[in-house]
């Protein structure tokens, strides 16, 4: 199985457990996206913070060998610690389920493990071209990057991020990747 179809997978299932096909990111609603380079600036200030959660996604998945060939967590010796530590970036929900699908404990080390697999797509700031958003409200906003030929050339599969203000600090809370209606 390939790279983008594990990530694919995994999204799936994310979005199947917690977000059961959420209208926020269907492609029927296209026209209401904007070219993030046009943005307002708290909209690109948004997706810099966004941009940071991810940055704290790829920190969280820092390991190091275990005695026996195990990948240890860094950041996090526990579940608590592990949740506690994403949710300086992403909602309470995605927080939780990022841990269950990427960890495990290893109750005869006592510590909390990596699980080897692809991980989430992520959003740097060098994509800020790629990028439109929507704006729900004031404390919501949908950004979206579409990657053509995917699994196969002529294809295309619309990465959608959630974003929500809370106090202030803009979370990761919903991920979606869907196949884009191609027509030629």
């Not at 190091?64 to 530590?85: H, K, M, W």
Request: glycine share 4%.
């Amino acid at each position: 199985m390939g790279f983008w179809q594990k990530v694919l997978l995994l999204l799936i299932v994310i979005s199947i457990s917690l977000f059961a096909k959420p209208a926020w990111a269907g492609s029927d609603a296209s026209e209401l996206f904007q070219s993030l380079s046009s943005a307002p600036t708290e909209v690109q200030d948004a997706f810099t913070q966004v941009t940071r959660d991810f940055a704290l996604y790829e920190q969280f998945l820092q390991s190091e060998p275990g005695p026996d060939g195990s990948c240890i967590l860094v950041q996090a010796q526990t579940p608590d610690q592990a949740r506690s530590f994403l949710e300086g970036g992403f909602t309470f929900d995605l927080a939780d389920a990022i841990c269950s699908n990427y960890t495990c404990w290893d109750s005869v080390q006592q510590r909390l493990l990596l699980i080897p697999q692809e991980g989430l797509p992520t959003l740097h700031p060098d994509d800020k071209s790629l990028i439109a958003f929507h704006q729900l409200n004031p404390d919501e906003i949908i950004f979206r990057c579409i990657y053509p030929n995917c699994y196969a050339s002529q294809d295309a599969y619309v990465y959608s991020v959630k974003a929500l203000c809370q106090n202030s600090i803009w979370k990761i809370d919903a991920l979606s990747l869907e196949k884009a209606d191609c027509e030629n």
